[in-house]
């Protein structure tokens, strides 16, 4: 499954920015699929994840209230909306897509993902 996020760019704070994610094959409506972020010099993190079918979204401590998953079945999408922005939401993101549905346990960890995105970085200045 080839996975290919766009959508970031340079925003300024309070704004809000849309991420997309497509994938080659059809996973989104049987698989979790989720969002990590990395900045500099720093680990790769959660941000949101959502299993598809339960009804369930997981957002991080640090986005939440902030974000919200939705897809798009007919384009095999699925999109990150962020709100509010704030400078340490600088950061690359990913879109991380799972061979199969995983516990809500398991969606903030990113070595159950099988399938990873090349990443579109987010840029938050004044």
């Known amino acids: 499954v080839k996975v290919v996020e766009s959508g970031g760019g340079l925003v300024h704070p309070g704004d809000s920015l849309r991420l997309s994610c497509a994938a080659s094959?059809?996973?989104?409506?049987?698989?979790?699929v989720a969002w990590f972020r990395q900045a500099p010099g720093k680990e790769r993190e959660f941000v949101a994840g959502?299993?598809?079918?339960?009804?369930?979204?997981i957002t991080a401590d640090s986005v939440k209230g902030r974000v919200t998953i939705s897809r798009d079945n007919a384009k095999n999408t699925q999109s990150l909306l962020l709100n509010s922005l704030k400078s340490e939401d600088t950061a690359v993101y990913y879109c991380?897509?799972?061979?199969?549905?995983?516990?809500?346990?398991?969606?903030?960890?990113?070595?159950?993902?099988?399938?990873w995105g090349q990443g579109t970085q987010v840029t938050v200045s004044s």
């Open positions: 991380a897509v799972s061979s199969r549905n995983l516990i809500a346990s398991t969606i903030p960890s990113k070595n159950a993902y099988d399938y």
């Open positions: 094959e059809p996973t989104f409506s049987t698989n979790t």
């Open positions: 959502r299993r598809w079918g339960f009804g369930s979204t």
